[in-house]
């Protein structure tokens, strides 16, 4: 059956506007459409393609593993599974591991933590889940609730209760809403879909210890931050703050979904057996790319690589600013990098985002004012020089 973007308006429902093409094939950081023409990717399919596309060591695991055990569901556990968390308790403050699927169900499985280890240590009182405006967190009802864009979580009747806001970056705020009554903190540590906003450094510092001072678990979403996004395992490693609770996804497969909530082994005995649980987190597939992930990205070679990239991006970003003042500011860490809009082009990332496909350059955007870049953690310089070339086309065409 041959298809076309035409197709996806007849059969799908609405809730995705997808660009013009269809990408059909990958490798490293290029990508081809269905008429053969190549992108640079910069967007990494939003930060979760950390070793580019058909990595040799992910499409080995996933060969092996296939002809091996497929799915088992939680009455069983398996090797990979068991090894994934191994590896993870190892090389983090964690315990304890629970797998799920996605972003959203990690988060959704540290709330749920959260709240029962809150009632059973503390009491029904100690139910408030604090965390901060333009913070994203995914799209179950519980965790687009708990994420600052009530946009997202209106026009879907009531909503789970006993969550506030406050504003990223403000520890004041923070300080006048913490209670003895605050069950936990969320945030990420650097805020991605809100515009790649960097925590002041106190701030993060400042969370943790308002936390210690009510007895309230602080709770790291890094399902973007993590797995070598930003140049450690995990960001927290660089911000001399250890949350209680941390959510991993995106990279953590490298394109195959799966999620990771890590948490210590007071917290987890928590959940016990019929508490919480997903038909497939676990699942063998998924933990044997993510062991064959974990296993490049967690090697000084690939985090020294990062920060090194990083300097290289925000270089060429810098040089095409200068030529043609578009950016107010360029932020982030790592493969983690915002480009954010001057006043004169406010509100027009998405046009950047469409004449970067034009100009065969994949890129991203974080909200209507920040271009986001999440490319490979191991991209090629070349490419990323040719992206930027690339990239450079659009902005000539965007700025006029
Ligand atoms: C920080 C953060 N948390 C959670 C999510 C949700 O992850 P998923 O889409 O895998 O459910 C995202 C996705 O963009 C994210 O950036």
Request: aromatic share 8%.
């Amino acid at each position: 059956m041959s298809v076309s973007r035409e197709m996806f308006n007849d059969v799908m429902v609405p809730n995705y506007n997808p660009a013009a093409m269809i990408p059909v094939k990958g490798e490293g950081s290029r990508l081809w459409d269905q008429e053969g023409r190549e992108y640079i990717d910069f967007a990494g399919g939003i930060a979760v393609n950390c070793l580019g596309h058909c990595h040799p060591a992910m499409v080995k695991a996933i060969q092996e593993q296939s002809q091996k055990l497929w799915h088992l569901s939680n009455v069983f556990t398996n090797e990979p599974a068991i090894r994934l968390a191994k590896k993870l308790t190892d090389a983090t403050f964690a315990d304890r591991v629970y797998f799920a699927n996605s972003g959203a169900e990690a988060n959704e499985a540290a709330l749920k933590l959260a709240r029962r280890w809150a009632l059973e240590e503390h009491g029904e009182h100690k139910k408030q889940i604090i965390a901060f405006s333009k913070g994203f967190h995914g799209r179950t009802f519980f965790t687009v609730t708990v994420g600052g864009q009530p946009a997202y979580s209106d026009g879907f009747g009531p909503k789970p209760g006993a969550v506030e806001h406050v504003p990223y970056n403000d520890l004041e705020a923070l300080k006048s809403l913490i209670s003895d009554n605050t069950c936990a903190v969320m945030m990420e540590p650097l805020q991605g879909e809100g515009g790649v906003i960097t925590p002041d450094a106190d701030f993060v510092k400042g969370v943790r210890e308002l936390c210690d001072q009510h007895n309230a678990l602080l709770i790291f979403d890094e399902v973007q931050t993590g797995f070598g996004r930003t140049g450690s395992l995990y960001a927290y490693q660089q911000l001399g703050v250890t949350p209680d609770i941390l959510a991993s996804a995106k990279s953590l497969g490298g394109g195959f979904p799966i999620g990771a909530m890590l948490t210590t082994d007071a917290i987890a005995q928590h959940l016990k057996p019929g508490t919480h649980g997903s038909t497939y987190g676990g699942n063998p597939l998924a933990c044997a790319v993510a062991e064959a992930v974990f296993d490049v990205v967690n090697t000084d070679d690939v985090l020294a690589g990062v920060k090194h990239r990083e300097a290289l991006v925000k270089e060429h970003l810098q040089r095409i600013n200068d030529k043609y003042h578009v950016f107010d500011e360029i932020r982030g860490k790592g493969m983690l990098i915002g480009a954010a809009l001057n006043e004169k082009f406010e509100g027009r990332a998405r046009d950047f985002l469409q004449a970067g496909n034009a100009e065969g350059v994949m890129v991203l955007v974080a909200g209507p004012n920040v271009v986001r870049f999440t490319p490979s953690l191991i991209i090629p310089e070349t490419d990323i020089v040719e992206g930027m070339k690339r990239f450079e086309q659009a902005v000539a065409k965007v700025a006029g």
